[in-house]
Nanobody, 115 residues
Framework: VQLVESGGGSVQAGGSLKLACEAS????????MAWGRQAPGKERELVST???????TYADSVKGRFTISRDNANNALYLQMNSLKTEDTALYYCAACGVSAFVFWGQGTQVTVSS
């Protein structure tokens, strides 16, 4: 299983970024997927999940600002992040195969939001 994240970067508060995850090595369409993040000095947390049927969940801190989506035809997962805040600064990970706990994790892409 390989999960490769991209799309991270530096942005000012209020800006937007779109993260992407390319998945391979397993049947993407059969697995729930998620985005997680870890800020310096904090534990990793789930930001958003999307089930096989497209059902989504969001952490309260990102509701209304982030949108998760998946493209089963291209084995891709996305996270559209709008109205970014400084507290969104973290290493963002793609995760595969699970509902609330996930088996596989990528290496992460850094998102830095400045004021």
């Amino acid at each position: 299983v390989q999960l490769v994240e991209s799309g991270g970067g530096s942005v000012q508060a209020g800006g937007s970024l779109k993260l992407a995850c390319e998945a391979s090595g397993y049947d993407f369409s059969r697995c729930g997927m998620a985005w997680g993040r870890q800020a310096p000095g904090k534990e990793r947390e789930l930001v958003s999940t999307i089930r096989r049927d497209g059902t989504t969940t969001y952490a309260d801190s990102v509701k209304g600002r982030f949108t998760i989506s998946r493209d089963n035809a291209n084995n891709a997962l996305y996270l559209q992040m709008n109205s970014l805040k400084t507290e969104d600064t973290a290493l963002y990970y793609c995760a595969a195969c699970g509902v609330s706990a996930f088996v596989f994790w990528g290496q992460g892409t850094q998102v830095t939001v400045s004021s």
